[in-house]
Structures are given as C-alpha cells and as structure tokens.
C-alpha cells in the first residue's frame, strides 16, 4: 500500500510540472448518476478550471442506445453510469474508447478498471448481507452461500433478479463456483424466500423491518441512506466471506466515448475525478466509498467496519451477465 501511495504521488508531482493550464471550455457528459449527485462535481470542476459542462441524465440502457444512434454525431464526450457490467456492456458495443493514462492508472487498483482501459470506477459500493439486529445475531451468519442454509428458511428477502445489481453478483458467484456451483446455491436462496422479490433494496429492509423477513442483500448506500434517516435503524450490515472471496463489490465509474470531440479534456477531467480533491466529492454524496486508496472513507461509511472485498476484476459482471441471467431464469429466481 505504501507502495502504491508513493508511486501515484511521484507520477502526480511529474505531472504537474510538465502541465499546462490549457483545459477545453466545454464538456458533454450523458450520466445515469442522478444529477443531485454529479452536479456538485461539475460545478466544483468549472470553477477550479473554466470548463463548463454541459449534461443529460437518463438510465444507463437509454443512454447506450442514444451513443449507438448519435455515432460521430454526438456531442458527448463522456459517459458516467452505474456498475460495471453496464460500463462492460458499453464498451462492447463500440461506444466507449481506450484511454491511456497513468494518473487513473496510479489513482485506480486493477480490478476496478476495464483491462482494455475503456472504463474506470470512480465510487465504490459494497453488495452485502442486512439483517434485523432484533432476531438475527452476527454469529448466525457466515458466507452468501449459506444464505441458503436450513436455518434461514421462509427468512430471506431478495430484490428482483431484473436489477442489473442482482446480475453482477451472480456473475461473481459463477466466476467463483461454475454454473453449476452457483446455480445450486440460487436455487438454495430461492427455496428459503419469505416473500416474493422485491423491486427495490429499500422496500425489501422495510420489509424485514415490518417482520417480512430477517435477513438480505443489499448495496450498502440503500442501507446508509435508510439509517441517515432513522438513527435508530433495527437493521445492521454484515460483511460476508471473509475467510475466502471476500464481500461482492461494483462501482459507479465512467469512461471516454468513441467520437468524443474534446478527447484530451475528457480524459483531464477523468483523472481530476480519480484525484484526493474530487473523490470525497464522488462517493460521499451517494454515501460509497472512494477508490483513489489515498482518500479517507467519510466517517459515517467507515462507522459500518471495515471487509475484505474480492478482487475479481469487474469486467467479469459484464461478460457472464447473459449467463448470470439464464441462471436466475432456471432457478425461478424473479
């Protein structure tokens, strides 16, 4: 880890004595980050540099098919989305470019990167086991897999396999199980449900608060944002497999489009967001955790403790997405 710090602190001194001053005077960004969330970096950019940003906010799915559409007639320059098997997904079909950089190289472990260096994961979000602290204890449970154990069956809750959040974690457990493997283990989670799926991680914590159920998985900013407005929450985070693959982990991360028209300020701008000053900006505001090692979590997510995350490169939720998919179709998984 020291290592690592000095290496991005010496590229990072290199750097800005060979810099110019020089930053385009627009950028186009189309996002499916919420823009309470992306607005406060733009305008924290435009005033550190003069470059005004212009945005579109949408979902990921139209916002791919609008770059597809717009080819080399589109104005956007970037392309900021949610999970990496939507940035996966982007990257194969031609819409984003490689871009080399050892600022986000210095700034961004390996695994939250495309190997192909079309995407970067600017925030880090943690998939993970939530129970109720009133009928479950800590030392009840252990691993993801044995979330389909006897004991917690007709106590399990799940959100919706349609989620793209959901896919990724199955794509993980195939990486780490086969399809067999994994299959085995979906089906174990769909024989113990309380309740049907549900649409949301939100709904599905104020279902086991309500006594639906004691436990679920869950992206650990639902679970902030919850406890933020109930102190008082009966609910607590648990890191699973610590003692082999680690907890799931995805990202919120952006990458340079094929046609963008201002390449060289996209990529500025890239690195400013993986940079000590603009990564609390990224992750606090949506209540994740930064990926630039060098940044200290906010206190109130390093409160939750700290885990062991796997360090399977995300690229992974994105190529065995499809068959992460056809998995949870076989396994009644809704």
Same mark, same amino acid.
């Given at each position: ?45 435009? !005033? /550190? ?178 406890? !933020? ?34 390449? /060289?300020?996209?990529? !500025? ?18 209540? /994740? ?21 796997? !360090? ?23």
């Amino acid at each position: 880890m020291k290592k690592h710090h000095l290496f991005a602190a010496l590229v990072l001194t290199l750097l800005s004595l060979g810099a110019t001053n020089t930053f385009a005077k627009e950028l186009v960004i189309y996002s499916a980050r919420n823009e309470q969330l992306i607005k406060p970096l733009f305008d924290a950019y435009t !005033k /550190e540099t003069g470059t005004e940003i212009s945005f579109i906010t949408d979902k990921a799915g139209p916002l791919l098919q609008r770059l597809k559409s717009e080819g080399k007639n589109t104005r956007a320059d970037l392309l900021i989305t949610v999970d990496a098997g939507n940035l996966w997904h982007a990257a194969r079909e031609g819409v984003l470019q490689p871009v080399e950089s050892i600022i986000l190289q210095a700034n961004i472990l390996v695994h939250l990167r495309d190997p192909g260096n079309q995407w970067f994961g600017l925030s880090l979000r943690a998939r993970t086991i939530v129970y109720s602290t009133e009928r479950v204890k800590p030392a009840d449970l252990s691993t993801y897999e044995e979330l389909g154990a006897p004991q917690w069956k007709d106590r399990l809750l799940l959100r919706t396999s349609k989620k793209v959040y959901n896919q990724s974690l199955v794509a993980m457990l195939i990486a780490e199980h086969g399809e067999d493997g994994a299959e085995q283990v979906i089906r174990s989670w769909v024989a113990n449900l309380a309740a049907k799926p549900f649409s949301n991680d939100t709904k599905m914590m104020q279902a086991i608060l309500a006594g639906q159920g004691d436990v679920g998985i869950v992206n650990t900013y639902y679970f902030g944002r919850l406890l !933020k407005k109930n102190p008082e929450l009966k609910l607590a985070l648990f890191w699973p497999n610590q003692k082999s693959t680690g907890v799931h982990v995805n990202i919120s991360g952006a990458g340079v489009t094929r046609y963008a028209k201002h390449t /060289e300020a996209a990529i !500025k701008f890239l690195e400013w967001l993986s940079s000590e000053k603009a990564q609390n900006l990224f992750a606090d505001g949506n209540m /994740e955790y930064p990926v630039n090692q060098s940044v200290a979590t906010h206190p109130d997510v390093a409160a939750w403790g700290d885990f062991k995350a796997s !360090k399977q490169n995300l690229a992974i939720a994105g190529q065995l997405q499809n068959s992460a998919i056809r998995l949870m179709d076989r396994a009644d998984y809704r």
